[in-house]
Each structure stands twice: as C-alpha cells, then as structure tokens.
C-alpha cells in the first residue's frame, strides 16, 4: 500500500507544476488543457515520493553505519572452559624442617634458663611446661636475626651432639596424596579497541576457580602456586571474581617509523610453545618457557621486517615504597623495588617457521612478593598455629639478582608441529637469608651462585584439516633450575619449573569451530625439592631430606576439558 502523500509534498508538487507550466507556456495566451495539468501534477508527485524513499533509506543505512562505528569502538570476544580432573600423586619421606626449628627453639630457652643444654627432648618439654609463662614472652618477642645469630654459636661438636636429638621426633613416612575429581571453571573476557589510527587497546579479564571454593586464599602447604600473589590471580585457580589479567595501549608506527610502545599489564602469561598444547594462537610475548607471569610494564618494539621484531620491555615486580609500612621501618631496613628487564626477540617468524631469543634479568629479588595466605605454622618459631587466619605476606630482604635466558625453534612440516627449547638460569645473591631461606640457600647458609637448565621439547600431529590435535611434550629441569611461571595453569604445579622430568600427552578435537574438547594425561617425576621456587635449598628427595613442608615425589593427572570460544 503507498504511503499517502504529505500536505507538504502536495504543496511543493503543485508549485514545481506551476513553475513548469509557466516556463513551457506558449506565447499563446490560450491555456492548456485541463487533462494535460493533471497529468503533469501526477507524474511530479510520484517523483517527489520517489525522492522522499530514496531519502528515508539513505537515512537508514546511515544510521546502521554510526551504529556499527560505535560498537566497534570495542570489540568484545571470550572464552569459558569447564575441566574435570583427577590426580594421584606420593608425597615423600622427609624430616619435617619446621618440627626440628620448634625443637630448636625451645632447646635455646631451656640452655638460656639453665645454662646447660638438655638431656632429651622430653626434658625440654617438661621445663617449658613449668615455665610456660617465660617461654611465651621469649617466643613471642624471638626474631629471626636472633635465632640465626645464636644457631651461629653453635660449635660443631656442640651441633653434632644436638642435631641428632633435634631431629628425632621429625620424621615423616611417605603417603599418597589423591583426588578423585576436581572440577574448574575459566571464564575469559577479551576487550579490543581503535582509539585512534595507530593507536590500540587491548585487554583480558578472567576468572578461574575451583567448583565449592571461592575463598581466594589457600591453606599454605609447600605449593609454588599456594600464595595469592599478583601475578598469579588469573592463572592459578582463585574465586569467582573477574580480574584485568592484562590492560594495554599499542602505540603503532611512532612518528612513522617501525617503532611501537606499549604500556600497561603486560601480556606476559600463554608465550610460546606452551599454546600449542592448548590449540590457542600465542598469547605472551615473552617464551612461556621462563615467564608465564602477570606484572605491570612498559615496552618498546621495532619491527626489523616482516618476519623479525625486537622488544625491549621494563617491568615491576615488587613496589616496596606503597602499602608494606614502609613509613614505619628505618631507613636501613626499607627495601627495594625489585625491576624486572628484558629482551624478546622474534628472530623469525612465519607459518612454517618460528625462532625467538628470550633473556631477562630481576634485580634486587626479594623473599616473595606481596600476597594472601594462611599459615599453618609460625615460619621463624616452627610452631603450629592454633587458630589460622588469613595472613598479607610482605618480603622481608633483597636477595640478589637473577638472569633467565631461552631459545625456542618451532616448525610445521607438513601435518607435523615440532619443537625445541634451550632454557637457562643464573642466581648472583647477597649474603643475606630469612625464614624461608635465600637465594637457593636454607635459612641457616650462606647463598652461593647457582646455575640451572631446562630442556623443552615437543611433537603435535594435526589430522582431518587441523580438527583433531594428538600431541606429546616433554621437558626436564636440574637441581637449580628456575623460572618467572607461577601463572602457568596446571593445577599440579608449573610444569616448566620442574626439577625433574614431566611426561605430557594430550588430543584436543574442534567439536565444532568454536567449541573444542581435550583430553590430556600430565606426570610429574619430581628428582629434587622446591621446584618454582627461589628461596631455599633444592634437596634430593631420593635422600630423605629435610623440607619445612610437604614435597610430591611424583604426580599425575587426567583431565577432560571443554571449551566454547566466542
């Protein structure tokens, strides 16, 4: 039906027909036919509503321009995926570290009261419950220092008479640690945005937690992953709360050159190879293989060509200056902020070929890094803790510096992903310990520089046009093997800081193009304690040693996994 026409196009109509009839009248002044100025009034009427629908779709379509503009000012797309999990690993023998420190402890009040050490152990006990009142103001007000110094005092065949005795009510038989089923959710939100022509923003927030726990902090009982840190809220299991697990501008083409910058939290976690076992494009710029890690940086990069890029990046890893009381301390006993810098270079990069050189260097390290936990026993005294609370961990000293360097090479031949990684890293400490101990040193030491290395290789087999994935990895790390990987997700521990050697098989499929399902079996065969971690001894736990908590001799898991992409 045709839309009836308006007073006002009736009027223009008539008057445009006037118009005409005036410049096309003939000299003659006999009028024309009433039927001719009809005709010429009804044709200019249907031209006019000709042009009226021309401008009414015109006005649509560019109000679904300015409305595509706008929604695209940020483009939104995700993740969301569901992994059930079943895990059997032993736990090994060991003599506790923090009963022996308690031992110790309450053998320096019975020889400070009776200026004499101790018969036995049940000795110790005795005179403590006598004087439990004293014994309550010398632990409380006991530090560190204090009990380093007086260990210091201790003669050898003093040691070699004590140590015996200390250590006897300390052992702890091997067992097995399973879970049946354990269930994840990771929900992903990625933003990205133009703001200008060469300007880009781009950011991630996650949430990823364990099914019956949203708590966000953890009993401490040994685990790399086990403290709340920064740097591990978005990849280590924590609560349903969504995170900004990266935050960045691209600053493309600086002053028409093939320099960009970037600043903000960094996309530092998923590098290279470690997205393969995960069908997912690369995610970090740095080599997964030595930082899978959240911090906040700055980096400057230069394409080389279009096959190789250069980066220079600058990060923070601790801030000692802002919410660690630093007002309340002594010159003399402020730390330092703990910088991170490093190079990432894409030596060369195409579909067929990928070569990348990593190297980075922390300095002035500290005893952790701020976080959440629950302690379960008092770190200096060895005492359990009767009623846990949720403690905020602030690093006590620098340690030192350390340097990480790797070299990755991967290929696709033919159906066939392979590849290889070379990984090294250095520790230069001070000379300086706390209750968790030094630069790969024991609270007691006195730190040494220590090197450590890591192999990383793996095969991936793609099959019905890349649908179906059937993959192997394995990697192996020495006694003092170290790397930036608390982020890494796998729930056992970081697989890449192993000391030891880790076994990984896995088939992915593309249910459809967006939603693929996994299957993977990881082990771990652990050789030596404390695997992602700087401070402390690493032990051979073929030796019984002795280990302030818990260590996995081996482990294993099974996961089916499920995730929808959109």
Known sequence: MRKPTSPFTLALALGLAAFRLQAQAPPDPTPAPAAADAKQVEELKKRVEELENK??????????????????????TGDFRFEAHTIRADVAPRFDGLKFQNNLVNTLFYFGSTGHPPQSLDEVGKFIAQNYANYLYFTNN??????????????PQM???????????????????????????RLRLRLKANVSKDIDFDARLSMYK???????VQVYSGGATQINFDGT?????NSDILRVERAYFDWKNMFSTPLYLSIGRRPSTGGAPLNLRQDEMRGGTPLGSVVDYQFDGITLGYHVSDESTVRICYGVGYESG??????????????????????????????KMFIQATWAHAFDLPDGFNGLLVLPNDPVTGAPINAPVVLRFTPSKNLGDLDLGSLLLIRRDGPLDWFVSGNISQSHPENVTTPFGGLFADPFDVPETHTGWMVYAGVRLNLKQDRTKIGFEYNHGSQYWFNFALAEDDI???????????????????????????????HYDYAYSNSGFPLGAPKNLDETPVLGFPAYKNASMVTLGLTARF
């Open 55 to 76: 401008t009414e779709q015109g006005e649509k379509r560019t109000e679904k321009l300015e409305k595509k503009s706008a929604l695209d000012r940020v483009n939104f």
């Open 142 to 155: 006991l530090t560190f220092s204090q009990l380093k110094s007086a260990v210091g005092m201790f003669t």
């Open 159 to 185: 040691q070699q008479q004590l140590f015996p005795m200390l250590m006897s009510n300390t052992h702890v038989d091997g067992y097995s640690h399973d879970n049946d089923i354990l269930y994840t959710s």
């Open 210 to 216: 364990v099914w019956g726990d949203s708590t966000g």
């Open 233 to 237: 809220t978005a990849g280590v299991p």
């Open 322 to 351: 802002f919410g660690n009381g630093e007002v309340l301390k002594l010159p003399a006993d402020r730390l330092k902020d703990a910088h991170l810098f490093g190079v990432n270079w894409d030596i060369y990069s195409t579909e």
């Open 492 to 522: 056992l521990g970081p697989k890449t800081s192993t000391r030891g050697d880790v076994y990984e098989a896995y088939v992915t499929h593309r249910i459809t193009k967006n939603f693929i399902g996994k299957l993977s079996f990881i």
